[in-house]
């Protein structure tokens, strides 16, 4: 039984553009009635299937994979590849097709790439709900927004996302983690930490404000900070070494950071800690 009384739905040609990522089109298929491509095609955009009936196979990268109804199936743009229904079985499935400086970032969050093309959708009744609420509309010829439509593909990549969470240390703690290691490295930046795992600067900035409710720049500066407090109390260093030790690299801006975040000169805390230390 089909989920929908119609053949297809395409939804495409969004006119929007956003940094991190854009959502290019949004539709549904049912290869019961049209008829599925037979051929090997590349294209430049990234898509995201999710099969609600039958059963089909994809091959890419020279590897073939079979998929069931409740499965995800992601193609990445610039790979060669091709994928059909089975015969007896023929799929139906919602796609979203997205491009943008964050759009791989999206795959690598479900652990999808050309190489591992398909995942069991966790929480399938749900997605299915989402899905079919937005692409009811079109059906009904309601309007149906950009944002509402962005909304569903974001809401199906959390709920996907979230199942993997009790298995998977979060890209948040890792990255306040790499910052805990790397802390006194003066060349420590934002760009190089997003380079070093692999994901858009928006991506990250956005993903572990929501996981810490603190930005990685002023986690970057507290991490600093804390050691530089640290020192001062149980150091004699000069303030000076403390700059350079703590990934500084001027003492001016040191002075003016440590002030606006701790209420105080380095020189004070400094002498407050020994002062409190002494009257113990």
């Known amino acids: 039984m089909a989920f929908m009384n119609t053949p297809n739905i395409y939804m495409s040609s969004f006119d929007h553009s956003e940094n991190d990522i854009t959502l290019k089109g949004i539709g549904y298929d049912n290869m019961n009635i049209t008829k599925p491509f037979d051929f090997v095609r590349i294209q430049d955009y990234h898509t995201l299937h999710i099969v609600l009936s039958g059963s089909g196979h994809i091959k890419m990268e020279d590897k073939t994979t079979h998929i069931n109804a409740g499965d995800m199936f992601y193609v990445p743009p610039g790979v060669r590849f091709f994928y059909h229904p089975d015969k007896n079985n023929k799929w139906e499935y919602i796609w979203f097709n997205f491009v943008g400086k964050g759009a791989k970032d999206y795959a690598n969050k ?33 309007k149906v927004g ?3 439509a962005l909304s569903s593909f974001f809401k199906v990549i959390d709920l996907n996302n979230r199942s993997h969470s009790k298995n998977m240390i979060s890209l948040s703690e890792r990255a306040k983690d790499f910052v805990n290691q790397n802390y006194f490295n003066a060349n420590l930046t934002i760009t190089g930490i997003c380079s070093y795992f692999n994901v858009s600067h928006s ?8 996981d810490t409710d603190i930005t990685l720049k002023n986690y970057i500066i507290n991490k600093r900070l804390h050691e530089a407090c640290r020192l001062l109390k149980e150091t004699d260093l000069e303030i000076k070494e403390i700059v350079y030790s703590v990934g500084f690299l001027d003492v001016v801006h040191f002075m003016k950071i440590f002030k606006k ?11 407050d800690s020994y002062n409190k230390k002494s009257n113990k």
């Open 110 to 142: 479900l652990q999808l790439s050309s190489h591992n093309p398909v995942m069991s959708c966790k929480n399938f009744p749900k997605i299915c709900s989402i899905l079919m609420e937005v692409l009811g509309k079109y059906e009904r010829n309601e």
């Open 261 to 271: 975040y701790m209420g105080t000169s380095p020189k004070k805390y400094r002498m």
């Open 203 to 210: 991506y990250m900035c956005r993903v572990f404000k929501r």
């Open 146 to 148: 950009y944002s509402e």
